[in-house]
């Protein structure tokens, strides 16, 4: 039987606590812990204790935290403390790299900096057959984490993560190959310390969300490294912040970088901003993108 109808008066006495401790999603998140503890609960595992786990979220431990594991788009990520939680609205940027990896041919090579729990290069292993992924953080948890995360895909052996600063750990063959660039990097501006959630303020990592005093400095990196790690016609995606959307285009034009444009999330929020290295033709025209042959034997450098 349903969970919502099996348990519902537990459910709705966990809303209820969670609703009265400043909890907004109370009822899905009582929903979530009263799954979770019954799944485990009829799985023959050892039974996990309900009141244990409402009584770590009252204590406002994110639920990611709480319940060990998070759906991202099709892939169940582990997660653990210390490391980046991923969002739901990364799962739309997720979204536009693997349209863009999959538009690219049957082998594309995609880079994935600032990769945390390594939610973005699970999805592309997941999603686009084919894909050779190298993604990088430059904390060492987030990195083995992401390692644990991408080798729990059906095919761990083409995604390798590297520590370190955004691109310098690529192998430099790779400059000038990528088909795709996204990332979700730290974003937001340093004053905005007092506004963050207190799960937010007290569980992700600093170095995960302020990107400088006003916010851009990681996405402006990106943006000028853009240019020499892609091949001609290839893509860039980043997470922004929405209220930076306008500066982010423009710096994206300032690198050098074309058709940039800004998408919006499920709540209307310009959420990612994607722009290309422009293709350029024999008598320096710049030609409408389409796939490149060169691609087809580069995920051999995506090896483990
Ligand atoms: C906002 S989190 C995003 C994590 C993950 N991609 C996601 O969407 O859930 C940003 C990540 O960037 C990493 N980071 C920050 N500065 C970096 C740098 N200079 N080079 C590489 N990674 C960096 C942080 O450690 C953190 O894991």
């Not at 309900?50 to 990611?64: K, S």
């Not at 320096?284 to 087809?296: E, H, I, K, L």
Request: aromatic share 2%; net charge negative; with cysteine.
């Amino acid at each position: 039987m349903d969970v919502e109808v099996a348990h519902a008066a537990t459910i709705a006495a966990v809303a209820d606590r969670l609703s009265a401790a400043g909890i907004h999603a109370a009822r899905a998140e009582a929903r979530w812990l009263v799954e979770h503890a019954v799944s485990a609960a009829g799985s023959g595992g050892q039974e996990t204790d309900l009141e244990a786990l409402v009584r770590r979220r009252l204590n406002r431990e994110p639920l990611q935290l709480v319940l060990g594991s998070w759906s991202f788009r099709t892939v169940e990520l582990a997660l653990e403390p210390g490391v980046f939680l991923p969002r739901p609205e990364t799962e739309m940027v997720a979204g536009l790299a693997i349209e863009s990896a999959c538009a690219a041919g049957p082998t594309p090579l995609v880079a994935e900096p600032c990769t945390g729990s390594g939610a973005i290069a699970a999805s592309l292993l997941a999603e686009v057959p084919g894909v050779a992924v190298h993604a990088t953080d430059i904390d060492p948890r987030a990195v083995d984490l992401a390692r644990r995360n991408v080798a729990a895909q059906a095919k761990p052996g083409r995604c390798t993560v590297h520590q370190g600063d955004l691109l310098d750990p690529l192998p430099p063959v790779l400059r000038g190959q990528l088909d795709v660039l996204v990332a979700n990097p730290p974003y937001l501006p340093e004053g905005d310390t007092d506004q963050l959630d207190i799960e937010v303020a007290t569980h992700d990592p600093v170095a995960a969300l302020f990107g400088g005093r006003q916010g851009l400095e990681v996405v402006a990196r990106l943006l000028s490294l853009a240019s020499g790690w892609l091949r001609p016609g290839g893509v860039v995606v980043l997470e922004i912040d929405s209220r930076f959307g306008e500066q982010a285009l423009i710096a994206a034009a300032g690198a050098g970088l074309s058709e940039g444009a800004l998408e919006r999330d499920l709540t209307g929020r310009h959420r990612a901003l994607v722009a290309r290295r422009a293709e350029v033709a024999g008598d320096g025209q710049a030609v409408p993108c389409g796939w490149s042959a060169a691609t087809t034997d580069r995920r051999a450098e995506a090896g483990p």
